[in-house]
Nanobody, 116 residues
Framework: QVQLVESGGGLVQPGGSLRLSCAASGFTFSRHAMSWVRQAPGKGLEWVSSILSGGDSTYDADSVKGRFTISRDNAKNTVYLQMNSLKPEDTAVYYC?????????WGQGTQVTVSS
């Protein structure tokens, strides 16, 4: 079965960096786009970034453009989210998702808290 397992979240000060990882299994990872989506406390889901199957095309929300970078390693079945210049408003649970325009599987999420 499809499994997506996120890791790398934690508490970081404003201006700091974190790298999230998502280990995928149960499907042919290299054939699918992958995305990161987040949910801040008391708010709805917000799409963050997506990367196409080959890794050559990425898409970012305006709120994270220039600060976050999505990447993938198809040999390791893993997608990453490098987050720099973190702001308190980036505090959220970050979910890895299989797909781009249409998402059919989600991970359990990893908490990112940006606070001094």
């Amino acid at each position: 079965q499809v499994q997506l397992v996120e890791s790398g979240g934690g508490l970081v000060q404003p201006g700091g960096s974190l790298r999230l990882s998502c280990a995928a299994s149960g499907f042919t990872f290299s054939r699918h786009a992958m995305s990161w989506v987040r949910q801040a406390p008391g708010k709805g889901l917000e799409w963050v970034s997506s990367i196409l199957s080959g890794g050559d095309s990425t898409y970012d929300a305006d709120s994270v453009k220039g600060r976050f970078t999505i990447s993938r390693d198809n040999a390791k079945n893993t997608v990453y989210l490098q987050m720099n210049s973190l702001k308190p408003e980036d505090t959220a649970v970050y979910y890895c998702a299989k797909g781009f325009n249409s998402v059919d599987y989600w991970g359990q999420g990893t908490q990112v808290t940006v606070s001094s």
